[in-house]
């Protein structure tokens, strides 16, 4: 399995930008789609954005599409959401995954992500 370890999160205003990334180690990085999952207070962990191994296809949940952008760097294991226009909604914490699949298919359903990280926290006021 790969370990995820994710930077980033932090207080911000609405309408503001943070970046977060999701270092991983362990087997080889480029063979694992990555996605980013949510969970805010009281709600259940939900899909955010996904990448596949080679960064030809991109999914977004619709609530973040156009604002948030993901993206990966297979020579750093490094992969990087860019959350633009946040709202006060995006607050929660956000967690990497990692499914070891070379299909573009799937990737927005959490059950199919086998190893995660342990969350950071992203707190949008308003």
């Known amino acids: 399995q790969v370990q995820l370890v994710e930077s980033g999160g932090g207080l911000v205003q609405a309408g503001g930008s943070l970046r977060l990334s999701c270092a991983a180690s362990g087997r080889t990085f480029s063979s694992y789609a990555m996605g980013w999952f949510r969970q805010g207070p009281g709600k259940e962990r939900e899909f955010v954005a996904s990448?596949?191994?080679?960064?030809?296809?991109?999914y977004y949940s619709d609530s973040v599409k156009g604002r948030f952008t993901i993206s990966r760097d297979n020579a750093k294991n490094t992969v990087y959401l860019q959350m633009n226009s946040l709202k006060p909604e995006d607050t929660a914490v956000y967690y990497c995954a990692a499914y070891n699949t070379p299909y573009t298919l799937g990737l927005t359903n959490k059950r199919n992500f086998g190893s995660w990280g342990q969350g950071t926290q992203v707190t949008v006021s308003s």
């Open positions: 990448i596949d191994r080679s960064s030809s296809i991109t």
